[in-house]
């Protein structure tokens, strides 16, 4: 039985509608793929918690409890492990969108997602965001 990967992203959206991802830097695993911002589940966190701490640390930004909105999550069986991905929505946060980690952003329309190379476990969440935004 393979371990179970706890990680949490979010589909951060702008006020035309657009969503941000974050391109995973070289020498990572799936390294030029496009996802959601979000990171590991430290133990003992919850999963709002930590993608406070990843988008402060990711992205300079401050975003609080209260404006992070469950939408919908993956669940995608890797070789090495099995990854559950909870995706939160948020349109209100603190602070400028900057790239900390050195990662390219890009902001898309949810229809333009299906467009780029996505991790296996993001491509799924794309259909709800594309019913909530349109």
Partial sequence: MSRLLLVVAVALVDPD??????QRPEGKSLAGLWEFPGGKVEPGERPEQALIRELD????????????????????????????????????WTGFVT????????WLRAKELRDIPMPPADAPLIPALEDLLG
Avoid: D, K, N
Avoid at 57 to 74: D, K, M, N, Q, Y
Avoid at 99 to 106: F, I, T, W
């Fill in 99 to 106: 790239s900390r980690e050195g990662q390219a952003l890009r």
């Fill in 57 to 92: 640390e990711e992205l300079g930004i401050t975003v609080e409890e209260a404006c992070l909105a469950p939408l919908t999550f993956a669940s995608h069986a890797y070789p090495e492990m099995h990854l559950l991905m909870p995706l939160y929505i948020c349109r209100r």
């Fill in 17 to 22: 509608a657009r969503v941000l991802v974050a």
